[in-house]
């Protein structure tokens, strides 16, 4: 059974930072691109970053580009989300989701995580 379970969320002050984890099981996890998308409260699925199943090339939507960092470490089935300089408008539920496509962008998502919440509140 293919599993992706999220880690890390949790509440922040603005400028703080958290990491996020995705533990994966139930699949061959260096085959895959691994992606993060977030739906902030009444707003609908925004694509955060994706990062290629070798884990040397990444993207990055523009309004996270120069504060967040995926990475990803195939032997223990992981990849994370660091989040630096976080603001309000990153507060959001944050999940992790497996995309047979290749592509940069999710376009065949056939898994996801149950999420986990993210808040950047003073």
């Known amino acids: 059974e293919v599993q992706l379970v999220e880690s890390g969320g949790g509440l922040v002050q603005p400028g703080g930072s958290l990491r996020l984890s995705c533990a994966a099981s139930g699949f061959t996890f260096s085959g895959y691109w691994i992606y993060w998308v977030r739906q902030a409260p009444g707003k609908g699925l925004e694509w955060v970053s994706t990062i290629n199943s070798g884990g040397g090339t990444t993207y990055y939507a523009d309004s996270v580009k120069g504060r967040f960092t995926i990475s990803r470490d195939n032997a223990k089935n992981t990849v994370y989300l660091q989040m630096n300089s976080l603001k309000p408008e990153d507060t959001a539920v944050y999940y992790c989701?497996?995309?047979?496509?290749?592509?940069?962008?999710?376009?065949?998502?056939?898994?996801w995580g149950k999420g986990t919440l993210v808040t950047i509140s003073s």
């Open positions: 989701v497996r995309d047979s496509s290749g592509s940069w962008y999710p376009i065949l998502v056939d898994y």
